[in-house]
């Protein structure tokens, strides 16, 4: 089975400044997509961004980026020019590329990791 | 945009009552999830259903069943609900099972008396 690590539970930043989010992650397969969720105080999870593995350029989205190391099973998130409104939880997120792994059905389904609690500071 | 609305954000039960957790997605989507959110453990996947009358659980699916009548809709049902069952609830839904991202709604946060 796929296991997800956060081992940040909370972070911290000042507006403007760069922070990085680690994730790791544990898995047999070759193929699979990694996702960055963001959760903030109202509650809805939004996508930030998605890395497919069989890709090796690591995906951006505006201010963030992701720097993904498949041999080492690393998918960590970096935000530049953090702003007030980054205040979130983070989640890091694995789902299998096949419809089936080995243990039964997956259908897609998400791994998620711990969650990193990121706070600005203005 | 998608949406994934759910019935209520906050809701109090009683120990052993039968609770239902509604969600009604608006984007015909096939694929409907349910997860728990606790602190210092993510998100757990319930169940699942990739289409209408299906179902497949998830990680932790004990003390839960689901149902799924009408394709926009997901319910997850707490047969005899108990302390241990307070917790954040998730729906999210999807277009297809692997490609597309998952949306999801605002959550309920479901505490059991």
Redesign the interface.
């Known amino acids: 089975a796929q296991t997800v690590t956060q081992s940040q539970p909370e972070m911290s930043v000042q507006e403007a400044e760069t922070v990085t989010l680690s994730c790791t992650y544990d898995t047999s397969e070759s193929d699979y997509y990694l996702f960055w969720y963001k959760q903030p105080p109202s509650r809805q999870m939004i996508l930030v961004i998605r890395q497919e593995a069989y890709k090796q350029q690591n995906a951006t989205e505006n201010r963030f980026s992701v720097n993904f190391q498949k041999a080492a099973k690393s998918f960590s998130l970096k935000i530049s020019d953090s702003q007030l409104g980054d205040a979130a939880m983070y989640f890091c997120a694995y789902r299998s590329a096949f419809m089936a792994n080995a243990g039964g059905t997956s259908y897609g389904k998400l791994t998620f990791g711990q969650g990193t609690i990121l706070t600005v500071h203005p | 945009d998608v949406k994934v609305t759910q019935s209520s954000?906050y809701l109090v039960k009683r120990t052993g009552e039968k609770v239902f957790l509604e969600c009604v997605q608006d984007m015909d989507h096939e694929?409907m999830?349910w997860?728990r959110q606790d602190p210092?453990?993510?998100?757990?996947?319930i169940y699942?259903s990739?289409d209408v009358k299906m179902k497949?659980k998830?990680d932790i699916p004990e003390g839960y069943s689901v149902s799924r009548e009408k394709k926009e809709r997901f319910s997850l049902i707490l047969e005899s609900a108990s302390t241990n069952q307070t917790s954040?609830y998730?729906c999210?839904s999807?277009w297809?099972?692997?490609?597309q991202?998952?949306?999801?709604?605002?959550?309920t946060r479901l505490s059991i008396l």
């Open positions: 954000r694929n999830f997860y210092g453990l993510g998100l757990r996947l699942f990739y497949e998830g954040m998730l999210a999807s297809d099972r692997i490609n991202p998952q949306h999801f709604g605002d959550g």
